[in-house]
Every structure is written in structure tokens, then in C-alpha cells.
């Protein structure tokens, strides 16, 4: 029973290191590397399955079960050997030439023990029980072990030169299957030296732990800081630095969930157009439009700097209000109204905008609540080229 403890626990721990892996199938932006890493924990995990039963069938003294449980033992160590060197060549993204010796390597250990069981079962090459229910160890088992041997060592004597020449992750993920292959070269070999001793199991899990600490878990915060810079590229606005249309779509929809569940009943919408950018781009350039839209941005950006700002097209701008700038709305309107005429007359951005207040009792969404702000934001337009034109024809007069 004793040896089976050591299984048990194994299995345990297993689970519980690796349990989100075993249990769901990858749906990561490396699922070829996801899906190798979890056959391989199945398997281990059928390993350790084997060998706590294995104890506890010895004990009962039902040889036939034990013998049976001994076939699926060596099957299941044959094929986390497999498995392994097939995970790893992914991970480590091993040239071709490494990756098929690695491969079949990992191949003539599986189908040498499985060809061996098979001969077991009329000459014990393998392994075999006394009369009394002794297990005995046989020559083709020491020569499969061995073999294990020299595979993990120079898998760790390989990974562990190449990492002195790496940098970042990759240095910490060749060390960690490095030593996770040391480790089990020393335990395989303390399992052929001592066969009743569970030294395989224990080696399985330290390596496997090695592994999922040092590779699985960085390459999950790796893949998570590149989803951040991919989600950063594909809802940020690259000339204003802002949200971008992408983003407004997904907030909008966010914003009509939660006023159907009642959650906010308090809001403004403002819409923004910049006044002239045709003008500017096409009689300045192209240069001076761009830095025109990002002026009339940082305006809109300075006075509701509480708020959600999103470029929702070339020159149309909107600003989400909650909060501190909802309740101060008619200050900062002002305050940004007042700072465009001073732009009319030095040469400042001119940006147009209307501002709308979401009505619980009458809005049935928020397009309600941006249609009333966008006939504003044009009411206010044509009143700042009134007072535009009126204030160079007085210049002129």
C-alpha cells in the first residue's frame, strides 16, 4: 500500500497543478502547442493511474489483474516518453532535423515496449511473478530504461548549452526542459536499481511541475501581453491615441445592455465635428490636417477628462459622460465652447459640439440619446461659421 500512496498523491498533485489543462481542450493562440502539452499530462496522468493500482493489486495478491495493470504500466511510461519529446519539439520550436530524430526516437521507445509486452506474453523478456506473486525484472526492461536514460540526458545536455546562448523566455523555458530531462534521467535510473520502488512516478512529477512553472505558466503570460498589444492595436485610434470605432461599437452595445438591466440611468452623450479639415488638408496638406484632427482632440481629451473619448470617424469625435463630468456637463460645455471661439479668432482648432442627456422615461437606447446630440453638434456648426464669416467680414470692412 505504500507504493501506491505515492501514486495517489501523484495524482492528486497532478490535478491540481494541471488541472485546467487536463480537463479543457486548448483554445489558445498556440493550440498545436496547447494540445501537445495535454496529451502529454493525459498520459502521464494514465501513468500514474497504472502504478497506484498497480500497489494496491500486489497486495490483494490477484496476479492476473497485476500482470494486466504491469502491460498497461510500461504502455503508459512509453507513451509520456513519446509524448514528451513531441510536446517539447514544439515548444522549443526545434529545426526539423532535431524534431524527426527527437520523434522517432520517442516512437522506437513506445513500439520497443509495446513489441516487447507482446513477447512477454509467451517468453518474459519484460517481466514476471513467482509462484508465490513475486514480481521479477527482466533484461528488456533495463535495456528500455536505459535507453529512457540516455534519451533524457541528452535532452537536458542539449537544452541546458543552448540556453547559455539565449535571452527571456526562451532561456527559462530550454533550462526548465532541461533539467526537467535530468531529473528524470537520475529517477529512471533509480527505478531500474530498485523495481519495486515508485522513483519513475516521482520523477514525473517533479518534472511536470518543472515544466508547467516555468514554461506553461510564461508562455500563458507571454501570450496574454501579446493579446493585450493586439487588443490595445485594434480598439486604439493610431493618430489620436484615443478609442477608435471598434471600441465605440462594443461600448455602445455594452451601454444598451446595461440600460435594459436597468443599470445606468444617468448619462450624457456629446458629439464632435471638426470644422475645415477639408479646407486644411486640401490647401495645407495632408500633415497639417493630421495635426489638426489630433489639436481637436487633445481639446476634447483636456475638458472631459473623466470621460471615454472615441474618433468615430475622419472628423467626428464622441464623448461617453458618467460621474464628475455628468454632473458638471453644462460647466465643461461652456468651458469647451468658450475655448473654440477663442480658436476662431487665433487660429486654434474650431470643433463643433452638441451635448444630449439620456431621459429614462422617454429614451428607449442610447441612438436616441446621440441622434438628439448630433443635430445639436450641427446647430452649433452652422453657428460657428456664422460667426466665422461675420468676423472676417468685419476684418475686411
Known amino acids: 500500500m505504500y507504493y501506491s500512496s505515492i501514486g495517489m498523491l501523484a495524482i492528486i498533485l497532478h490535478l491540481i497543478i494541471n488541472i485546467d489543462h487536463v480537463f479543457s481542450r486548448p483554445n489558445v493562440r498556440r493550440v498545436k502547442v496547447a494540445a501537445a502539452y495535454r496529451y502529454f499530462l493525459l498520459s502521464v496522468l494514465l501513468y500514474y493511474f497504472s502504478d497506484a493500482c498497480w500497489g494496491v493489486l500486489l497486495d490483494l495478491g490477484i496476479i492476473p489483474l497485476v500482470y494486466a495493470d504491469t502491460v498497461i504500466y510500461f504502455l503508459a511510461m512509453g507513451l509520456t516518453v513519446l509524448l514528451w519529446v513531441s510536446y517539447i519539439a514544439l515548444t522549443l520550436e526545434l529545426d526539423k532535423k532535431w524534431d524527426s530524430i527527437l520523434k522517432g526516437v520517442g516512437w522506437v521507445i513506445f513500439g520497443s515496449e509495446a513489441l516487447a509486452l507482446i513477447i512477454n506474453f509467451f517468453v518474459p523478456i519484460m517481466f514476471w511473478f513467482t509462484p508465490e506473486g513475486e514480481y521479477k525484472a527482466s533484461s528488456a526492461r533495463y535495456v528500455i530504461l536505459y535507453v529512457q536514460v540516455v534519451l533524457f540526458t541528452c535532452i537536458a545536455f542539449d537544452t541546458l548549452i543552448k540556453a547559455k546562448r539565449l535571452n527571456g523566455p526562451g532561456k527559462s523555458h530550454h533550462n526548465a526542459i532541461g533539467i526537467s530531462g535530468a531529473i528524470m534521467a537520475v529517477f529512471i535510473v533509480l527505478q531500474a536499481q530498485f523495481p519495486l520502488m515508485p522513483f519513475y512516478a516521482v520523477g514525473c512529477l517533479l518534472a511536470t511541475s518543472i515544466i508547467h512553472t516555468f514554461v506553461v505558466i510564461e508562455a500563458r503570460i507571454e501570450g496574454s501581453r501579446q493579446?493585450?498589444?493586439?487588443?490595445?492595436?485594434?480598439?486604439?485610434?493610431?493618430?489620436?491615441?484615443?478609442?477608435?470605432?471598434?471600441?465605440?461599437?462594443?461600448?455602445?452595445?455594452?451601454?444598451?445592455?446595461?440600460?435594459?438591466?436597468?443599470?445606468?440611468?444617468?448619462?450624457?452623450?456629446?458629439?464632435?465635428?471638426?470644422?475645415?479639415?477639408?479646407?486644411?488638408?486640401?490647401?495645407?496638406?495632408?500633415?497639417?490636417?493630421?495635426?489638426?484632427?489630433?489639436?481637436?482632440?487633445?481639446?476634447?481629451?483636456?475638458?472631459?477628462?473623466?470621460?471615454?473619448?472615441?474618433?468615430?470617424?475622419?472628423?467626428?469625435?464622441?464623448?461617453?459622460?458618467?460621474?464628475?463630468?455628468?454632473?458638471?456637463?453644462?460647466?465643461?460645455?461652456?468651458?469647451?465652447?468658450s475655448q473654440v471661439e477663442d480658436n476662431l479668432t487665433n487660429g486654434g482648432a474650431v470643433v463643433s459640439a452638441g451635448i444630449s442627456v439620456y431621459d429614462a422615461e422617454k429614451d428607449s437606447g442610447y441612438d436616441e440619446v446621440f441622434a438628439r446630440a448630433d443635430v445639436l453638434m450641427y446647430d452649433r456648426k452652422k453657428e460657428l461659421k456664422a460667426k466665422k464669416y461675420s468676423s472676417e467680414g468685419a476684418s475686411r470692412a
Open 227 to 337: 493579446l493585450g498589444m493586439v487588443m490595445t492595436v485594434a480598439y486604439k485610434d493610431p493618430l489620436t491615441s484615443v478609442r477608435n470605432v471598434n471600441s465605440y461599437t462594443e461600448f455602445k452595445e455594452s451601454i444598451e445592455v446595461n440600460i435594459r438591466n436597468g443599470k445606468i440611468r444617468e448619462f450624457a452623450v456629446v458629439v464632435f465635428d471638426l470644422n475645415d479639415l477639408k479646407y486644411v488638408n486640401d490647401n495645407l496638406g495632408h500633415e497639417a490636417g493630421d495635426k489638426y484632427i489630433k489639436d481637436g482632440c487633445t481639446l476634447i481629451c483636456k475638458t472631459f477628462t473623466h470621460s471615454p473619448v472615441f474618433r468615430i470617424g475622419g472628423d467626428e469625435f464622441a464623448a461617453f459622460l458618467t460621474n464628475d463630468d455628468y454632473n458638471h456637463r453644462d460647466e465643461l460645455i461652456y468651458e469647451f465652447n
